[in-house]
């Protein structure tokens, strides 16, 4: 599909345990973003990425998170030793930078359970 | 500070009818946008329309307007005549700066029911 694509769509696991989520952008758009969703709860930014400048990583919540991006492809974003405040939808997001007004579009995101 | 503020939680309005939801902004930056972004159940995030800091006339599309009031720094969306679909989260995000990729911080959302 033409969209953002993320992976997996749900994960459950024990706290304490690493979890890895995937992010794939649109094709083109150089500009991708990381955003948590707790339950009835706004997006909180974590990361972005544009090109090949360094990310801003400001939103990144503890030295536990940490997100990688290879080029203008996929990304993934890495959680250590899951705590249960950490359960949350994680939403990627990738836009063009042809212009600032160009929207972000947003993947389904991935629903993350600590148990 | 709150960025964006979205002072309703929830709303409910009758089909058909028009709906405005509220959005202020605090920033010192002559330059950003603002975006609403709507959230059915489902999750997904969609986006609905734009306003830029430097736009003169108010963003419409389709049954969807801005009315944006820089002074007062209010960005409020306009639904016309509602349908059952348009129930869902409704987010305001704003983002500054003239950069090529800027983060957007989000409000609370208000969540929308329209009632047959």
């Known amino acids: 599909g033409a969209g953002v694509s993320q992976s997996p769509s749900n994960k459950v696991t024990e706290k304490g345990k690493d979890v890895e989520l995937r992010c794939d952008p649109i094709?083109?758009?150089?500009?991708l973003y990381w955003y948590r969703q707790r339950l009835g709860q706004g997006l909180e930014f974590l990361i972005y990425f544009q090109g090949n400048s360094a990310p801003d990583k400001s939103g990144l919540p503890s030295d536990r998170f940490s997100a990688e991006r290879t080029g203008e492809s996929v990304s993934t974003l890495t959680i250590q030793r899951t705590q249960q405040e950490d359960s949350a939808v994680y939403l990627c997001?990738?836009?063009?930078?042809?212009?600032?007004?160009?929207?972000?579009?947003f993947g389904d995101g991935t629903r993350l359970s600590i148990l | 500070a709150q960025k964006i503020t979205q002072t309703q939680p929830g709303m409910f309005v009758q089909e058909k009818e028009a709906v405005t939801l509220d959005c202020t902004y605090d920033?010192?930056?002559?330059?950003?946008?603002l975006f609403w972004y709507k959230q059915p159940s489902s999750g997904e995030m969609i986006f609905l329309i734009y306003?830029?800091?430097?736009?003169?006339q108010n963003a419409t599309e389709g049954r969807y307007s801005l009315n944006f009031q820089k002074a007062r720094k209010s960005a409020n969306l306009v639904i016309s005549a509602s349908q059952l679909g348009d129930s869902a989260m409704y987010f305001c995000?704003?983002?500054?700066?003239?950069?090529?990729?800027?983060?957007?911080?989000f409000g609370q959302g208000t969540r929308l029911t329209i009632n047959p």
């Open positions: 997001a990738s836009s063009s930078d042809r212009g600032w007004y160009q929207p972000q579009h």
């Open positions: 995000a704003m983002r500054e700066g003239l950069g090529g990729a800027q983060k957007l911080v």
């Open positions: 094709s083109g758009h150089t500009a």
């Open positions: 920033t010192s930056d002559p330059s950003y946008g």
């Open positions: 306003q830029g800091s430097y736009d003169q």
